[in-house]
């Protein structure tokens, strides 16, 4: 895939700390890119905070910014509230996140701790039908890029797959896998269909560890976790009403639709997220700034 030029990137911290033991990357700029991105430390993760020039356009930003990283292979997950206890627990997790190149901000509560914590402004991306999802298939088809689709229950990924091809017909959905199994040989399998673009939906943990060990194995292209979002495309590519999405009401939407799996995340994992927001924004007191 062609790169474009570079992005421009502020650091906070170093934004590689993972297999490469690439150090701090130095501050660089360009004018006439459409986007800003930092990369902080917020809570104990690293989160990359993006920010479009146009508001509102954060998911066209987000797919300059990975095609404008000059890397063979470009690995992103994303960050909500749920995902920090979840990182408090397991060291391994930790380290997956700083061994992908963006964790970008999904959802209100993140945006809102990157701000206070950090004093930047900080734009919600996620990989669904309200974000990046449309901007990357609509790119992936009109340039004939091969994708490949993993995650969920057996059949999850094959409804997804008809799903997206109803709306980007042209796309070229090479292949589509469940989430069980061996990852190592699923990796294989996935790496054999030579994919430039693999979007993974296992959930938080699995997820980023299938793309890494995709990459082990000497795959190269672009790759995204998706958390639940094949499962969401079993009800079309439209699953949250409008009036949600634009009134960011999107925990709340899926909290009654799916009460028995996500009551956990939303009560008391972001309870705990919270916490650790405000204790941290105590401790370092900071003044926001765009």
């Not at 469940?178 to 430039?196: Q, S, T, W």
Request: aromatic share 8%.
């Amino acid at each position: 895939m062609a790169n474009t030029s570079r992005a421009t990137i502020d650091c906070l911290a170093p934004p590689e700390c993972g297999r490469s033991g690439a150090g701090l990357r130095p501050p660089s700029t360009n004018a006439g890119r459409g986007w800003h991105v930092v990369r902080t430390e917020t809570v104990g993760i690293p989160v990359h905070a993006l920010r479009a020039a146009v508001p509102g356009q954060a998911a066209a930003a987000a797919l300059e910014l990975v095609r404008g990283t000059p890397k063979d292979v470009v690995l992103v997950t994303f960050a909500n509230p749920g995902v920090v206890p979840l990182a408090r627990r397991s060291a391994a997790f930790r380290q997956a996140l700083r061994e992908f190149d963006y964790v970008l901000p999904d959802g209100v509560g993140m945006c809102l701790a990157v701000r206070w914590l950090h004093g930047r402004l900080a734009e919600r991306v996620s990989f669904d039908t309200t974000s990046l999802a449309p901007v990357v298939f609509g790119w992936a088809s009109s340039h004939s890029l091969r994708v490949v689709l993993v995650g969920g229950a057996p059949g999850v990924a094959d409804t997804a797959r008809a799903r997206i091809r109803e709306s980007f017909p042209a796309l070229q959905v090479v292949g589509s896998f469940d989430g069980f199994g061996a990852m190592e040989a699923k990796a294989r399998a996935v790496r054999e269909l030579e994919p430039d673009i693999v979007v993974c939906g296992m959930g938080s943990v699995r997820q980023e560890s299938f793309l890494l060990e995709l990459k082990d194995q000497g795959w190269r292209g672009w790759g995204f976790t998706c958390g639940g979002y094949l499962d969401q495309l079993s009800q079309g590519m439209a699953y949250y009403p409008r009036w949600v999405d634009a009134a960011n009401l999107r925990w709340a939407y899926r909290l009654m639709r799916e009460p028995g799996r996500l009551w956990r995340r939303y009560l008391i994992d972001y309870s705990h997220f919270g916490l650790l927001v405000c204790a941290a924004r105590i401790g370092r007191p900071g003044r926001a700034r765009a």
